[in-house]
Nanobody, 123 residues
Framework: VQLQASGGGLGQTGGSLRLSCSAS????????MNWHRQAPGKQRELVAS???????NYAASVKGRFTISRDNAKNSVYLQMNSLKAEDTGVYYC??????????????????WGQGTLVTVSS
């Protein structure tokens, strides 16, 4: 299962950006889908998560500004980022826990990461 992220770029302080991430492969089910970010010189941190049923959790630093959503039919997850701040700058990674069907019809479970998309917020 592969994840492809898109939507990063240059944003203005107070502005908005929307990230998208789509999973591809012989997917039977995707469980939790998450967005992480890594700011320059810092460790990667979990920004937002969403379960297959739609329950969400956010890091305190983005709560009220970011919204995570998903489209199960499209195996996709989104991150709407509003009221951007300079400290939101970083590389954003999507991540998903999945269940897929193997070539021999057995079930395999795993976790995949997207390639990362750069978000730069300027004042």
């Amino acid at each position: 299962v592969q994840l492809q992220a898109s939507g990063g770029g240059l944003g203005q302080t107070g502005g908005s950006l929307r990230l998208s991430c789509s999973a591809s492969g012989n997917i039977k089910r995707i469980n939790d889908m998450n967005w992480h970010r890594q700011a320059p010189g810092k460790q990667r941190e979990l920004v937002a998560s969403i379960t297959s049923g739609g329950s969400t959790n956010y890091a305190a630093s983005v709560k009220g500004r970011f919204t995570i959503s998903r489209d199960n039919a499209k195996n996709s997850v989104y991150l709407q980022m509003n009221s951007l701040k300079a400290e939101d700058t970083g590389v954003y990674y999507c991540e998903a826990d999945w269940m897929a069907i193997n070539f021999d019809d057995t079930i395999v479970v795993g976790r995949s990461w997207g390639q990362g998309t750069l978000v730069t917020v300027s004042s």
